[in-house]
Structures are given as structure tokens and as C-alpha cells.
């Protein structure tokens, strides 16, 4: 992928966060129809915390990060996640309805230098304030990473991984509140496109009971998103379509792309989900109460530790999809110093809580 430095390539003289919030805000709004009210509501939650920042601002990370962290930035590169953090792992079922545990989210997947993704997740971890060492935090991320490098395989919690399927087991009360949550949808109609995409994603033989709006997500808010409730087989069943658009990684770098999602999210090494689908520049997919995320704020020192290396198996997986790439990242691997990943989540948060701050000045409309 050809390199282009952003702002002139002097991390001194980097532009300012409202600047390049402003300028992304209108790429966006040439890319699919913007639901003010929802970006409304994401510069509200953009100032809560600088983990929620973080979360909604995939694109600041991807004009900067090359200057805040210069040594990675010449690393091989692959299909990344891009818009990688510790809430972007949750469950789903595959094509044999066993349960996966992995990366959920694909929408900033683009070719990226390796080391991004680990660095943007170890930050992560040090922004959603886990109680955990940071310096063991980027220790047991690599471990997990090599591990899935070197023994690419989806994480299945029906084999494998059976010692988180007690922490993703939705309960009753989290059923009755998901269903709850889904008869309170505001009722829309999408686009005659969307609608017909949400349709032919249903059971054969379901129907169709209502069309809703659905706002949900961090830096996705402000995209339209739309979901179908229909009956089938004695019961109800969700399908939701969110507007897709070219990775930020692109706005950010000055090239036209195209989304990598399908690719990245159906990866040689994947149990992908085959509900997910991309349609319209929509990407529509199942939701049900048994996908879902483990809260790693949740759960005890123990589970943390062990959730820290499944996340780095898993995105050392994702890697490893991309032919030639084990290789050549493994070299590189050699070539970093001891403390490398540490290092960069430290200087990479540092320049997050910079933007948050300068965030946290700005005066919202009530």
C-alpha cells in the first residue's frame, strides 16, 4: 500500500483535533445520508470519557498515528481491523451453530502496518482504566498475538475456548431486556433498498412485522442504521443494516478505497458468520441476545488476564489471513525492541487524552 504522510509529516505541527473532526464530518456526509441527531449524541458521549473517545474517533487515530508512533509506521502491512479496542470482540454463531468468540466488527478494515492494530488495543485497555499493569497488559496481547500467527484458528467456545462460555451465557434477564429493548425500537421505513436488503436476509417464511431506527455503536453513530422485526417459527427475529463506508484509514491517507469488511470479516481462518452480509453499501447481519460481548471491566483478574491473550489470538489470526504476512510480521516481531508495544500504547494514549481534552472545551449545543 503506498504511504502518504499526513500533515506534513512533522509530529510537532500535527493539525488540531477540531480540525480534523470537522473535515471528516463532511467526508462523511458525502458518503451516505447522516443522522444529525445521532452525530449529535456522538459528540455528546465523545466528551464522557477518553475510552468512549477513543472508540469514536477511528479516524483521528488513522491521520496520526504514523506521526505519534514513526518507528512502526514502515512495519509490513496487512488487512487490519483498523478500528481495534477491547469492546470489539463479541459472539456469534457460525454456519454449524456452534458459538465464536472474536473480532465483531469490521467497518475501518483496511491495509494497515501490523503493529497498529496491537498498539490501538493495548491503548485501549489503558483508556477503559481495567486495574491492570499496562506493562502486562502489551506482554500477555503479544503472547496471545504470536500464538495466533503461528496457529491461526477461530476461537470456538464449544471446544477450545470452553472456559469463557460461562461469561457469555445471556441470562434471562438480559433476554427479557434485549426484547424489551426491541419493541421500543422507534419505527422508521429505510430506503426501498434497504428495506428489500433487510427482507431477503429473513427465514424463508417469516414475517415481516414492523421497520424501525435503531441508534447504537461509537464511531459508527451518525451512520444510518435500520432494523426489520419479523415472526417466525413461533417467535421473533432481528435483522439490522448499518450504512457502510470506505475506511477512515482512506480519508485519512488521501486515496479512494473500497470496504474491506466482507473480506477481512470472512478471513481464511475465520467461523465467519454467515447472517452478515453486505448489501447496498449496507452491512446487514443478525442481532439476537446470545451475541454479545464480555465486559472485561466485568470480570474477575483471572478472566481479565486470560481474555487479554484470546483478543491477541484472535487479531494474530485475522494477520495471518493475508498471504505472505506471518512471515514477514514474525521477522519483524524479532527486530522490536523488548518493550516496544508497551511503549507505543503509552505515547499513543497520551496523544488521545490531548484530543479528549481539547474535546472537553468545546461547548455542545443543549
Known amino acids: ?4 504522510k499526513p500533515n506534513g509529516g ?19 456526509g458525502h458518503q ?8 449529535d449524541h456522538k459528540h455528546e458521549r465523545m466528551q464522557k470519557d477518553e475510552f468512549t473517545f477513543l472508540r469514536a474517533t477511528f479516524f483521528r487515530w488513522a491521520k496520526i498515528i504514523e506521526e505519534v508512533c514513526p518507528d512502526l509506521k514502515d512495519a509490513p502491512s496487512v488487512l487490519s481491523v483498523g478500528d481495534l479496542h477491547v469492546e470489539n470482540y463479541g459472539t456469534w454463531r457460525d454456519a454449524e ?6 473480532i465483531n466488527d469490521f467497518d475501518e478494515a483496511a491495509d494497515i502496518p501490523y503493529p497498529f492494530d496491537l498498539v490501538r488495543l493495548a491503548t485501549s485497555v489503558r483508556l477503559a482504566k481495567t486495574g491492570l499493569d499496562n506493562g502486562l497488559v502489551a506482554a ?3 503472547e496471545g498475538y504470536q500464538k495466533g500467527l503461528a496457529e491461526p484458528a477461530p476461537s470456538l467456545l464449544d471446544e477450545q475456548e470452553s472456559w469463557m462460555r460461562p461469561y457469555v451465557a445471556c441470562s434471562d434477564e438480559e433476554r427479557r431486556d434485549f426484547w424489551h429493548e426491541v419493541r421500543h425500537y422507534q419505527e422508521k421505513k429505510p430506503p426501498a433498498k434497504v428495506a428489500s436488503a ?18 447504537k455503536g461509537g464511531g459508527s453513530l451518525g451512520r444510518p442504521r435500520y432494523v426489520a422485526i419479523a415472526s417466525w417459527a413461533g417467535g421473533m427475529v432481528v435483522r439490522e443494516a448499518k450504512a457502510l463506508v470506505p475506511s477512515a484509514w482512506h480519508w485519512a491517507h488521501g486515496e479512494k478505497g473500497k470496504s474491506r469488511l466482507r473480506k477481512a470479516a470472512k478471513g481464511e481462518f475465520r467461523a465467519f458468520d454467515p447472517h452478515l452480509d453486505v448489501i447496498h453499501h449496507y452491512v446487514v447481519r443478525r442481532i439476537a441476545p446470545d451475541q454479545r460481548k464480555i465486559d472485561l471491566g466485568r470480570t474477575g483478574m483471572r478472566l481479565r488476564l486470560d481474555l487479554l491473550r484470546a483478543m491477541g489470538f484472535d487479531l494474530g489470526a485475522v494477520h495471518a ?25 503509552k505515547t499513543a494514549a497520551k496523544a488521545v487524552k490531548n484530543d479528549f481534552e481539547e474535546w472537553k472545551k468545546v461547548k ?3
Open 364 to 366: 455542545l449545543p443543549s
Open 198 to 215: 433487510l427482507k431477503s436476509k429473513l427465514p424463508k417464511g417469516a414475517k415481516l412485522e414492523r421497520f424501525a431506527s435503531l441508534r
Open 140 to 142: 500477555l496481547l503479544l
Open 1 to 4: 500500500m503506498t504511504k502518504q
Open 32 to 39: 451516505c445520508d447522516v443522522v444529525k441527531e445521532d452525530l
Open 10 to 28: 512533522d509530529k510537532h505541527k500535527l493539525r488540531s483535533f477540531l480540525e480534523d473532526n470537522e473535515d471528516f464530518e463532511d467526508w462523511l
Open 321 to 345: 489471513a493475508t498471504p505472505d504476512a506471518r512471515e514477514a510480521i514474525e521477522s519483524d516481531l524479532d527486530k522490536q525492541k523488548k518493550d516496544w508495544l508497551h511503549s507505543a500504547a
Open 97 to 102: 451453530g456452534r458459538l465464536v468468540w472474536g
